[in-house]
């Protein structure tokens, strides 16, 4: 079982930045495909980005390439999500998943595809 705590969230202007953090404990992260997922009010939650387990590829939305960023460091066992040129539209709560994997290029863009998640940090990004 693996525990997962994201945080970094917060209240920014439209245009800041903001880098999200989701920090893994209790099993060993590298074996984990990661996921960030965002779910505003009223609406289903969607993927936001995938980076495989050893970090050699990684996967955006494609609306959001150019402004999101996702990496990882295993040693940390944390993977990360930069946010540059934020919008008032990307305020929401932002969740990470982990999905055990033995492949080192593998990621996972569904909902489903995900066996643990995070409890949420809020971002909210006003006009």
């Known amino acids: 079982q693996v525990q997962l705590v994201e945080s970094g969230g917060g209240l920014v202007q439209a245009g800041g930045s903001l880098r999200l953090s989701c920090t893994a404990s209790?099993?060993?992260?590298?074996?984990?495909?990661m996921g960030w997922f965002r779910q505003a009010p009223g609406k289903e939650r969607e993927f936001v980005a995938a980076?495989?387990?050893?970090?050699?590829?990684?996967y955006l939305l494609g609306s959001l390439r150019g402004r999101f960023t996702i990496s990882r460091d295993n040693a940390k066992s944390t993977v990360y999500l930069q946010m540059n040129s934020l919008k008032p539209e990307d305020t929401a709560v932002y969740y990470c998943?982990?999905?055990?994997?033995?492949?080192?290029?593998?990621?996972?863009?569904?909902?489903?595809?995900?066996?643990?998640w995070g409890q949420g940090t809020q971002v909210t990004v006003s006009s």
């Open positions: 209790g099993r060993t992260f590298n074996m984990y495909a």
């Open positions: 980076i495989s387990r050893t970090g050699s590829r990684t």
């Open positions: 998943g982990a999905r055990t994997t033995f492949s080192d290029t593998n990621l996972y863009t569904s909902n489903d595809e995900y066996e643990h």
